[in-house]
């Protein structure tokens, strides 16, 4: 753990790393849009936060990948969504965006403290 890190710091870290795993899938499922039989895989965004929150801090962040069910297949199994998976990233995108945001911040706030010494 590192000597500036902060509980704030902890959190916008968990929450980089849930997105960018998130993000990861989202793409892996686009990729593999005509793949007869592949079935859209995804995390418990909120969950799994929750879950690296009430980890020792320092611990990675492993997400738990599942299947998502109730989606309609296509006759070769397929049942990825162009239109689910693009909104999905979209909003990743986004949270991942203010995430950085807050963690500028959060540095900012600690440069500040450091620079009135």
């Given at each position: 753990?590192?000597?500036?890190?902060?509980p704030?710091?902890?959190?916008?870290?968990n929450?980089l790393?849930?997105?960018?795993?998130?993000?990861?899938?989202l793409?892996?499922n686009?990729?593999?849009?005509?793949?007869?039989?592949?079935?859209?895989?995804?995390?418990?965004?909120?969950?799994?936060?929750?879950?690296?929150?009430s980890?020792?801090?320092?611990?990675?962040?492993?997400p738990?990948?599942?299947?998502?069910n109730?989606l309609?297949?296509?006759p070769?199994?397929?049942?990825?969504s162009?239109?689910?998976e693009g909104?999905?990233?979209?909003?990743?995108?986004?949270?991942?965006?203010?995430?950085?945001?807050a963690?500028?911040?959060?540095?900012?706030?600690?440069?500040?403290?450091?620079?009135?010494?």
């Open positions: 753990m590192s000597v500036m890190n902060t704030q710091l902890t959190l916008v870290e929450f790393d849930i997105a960018t795993v998130r993000h990861s899938l793409v892996s686009i990729a593999n849009i005509d793949t007869p039989g592949y079935r859209t895989q995804d995390i418990d965004f909120h969950g799994e936060l929750v879950r690296a929150l980890q020792e801090p320092g611990t990675p962040v492993t738990v990948v599942r299947q998502v109730g309609l297949s296509r070769d199994g397929n049942n990825v162009v239109d689910r909104l999905l990233l979209a909003e990743t995108q986004l949270k991942y965006q203010a995430a950085v945001q963690m500028r911040a959060e540095f900012s706030l600690i440069r500040a403290a450091v620079n009135e010494t």
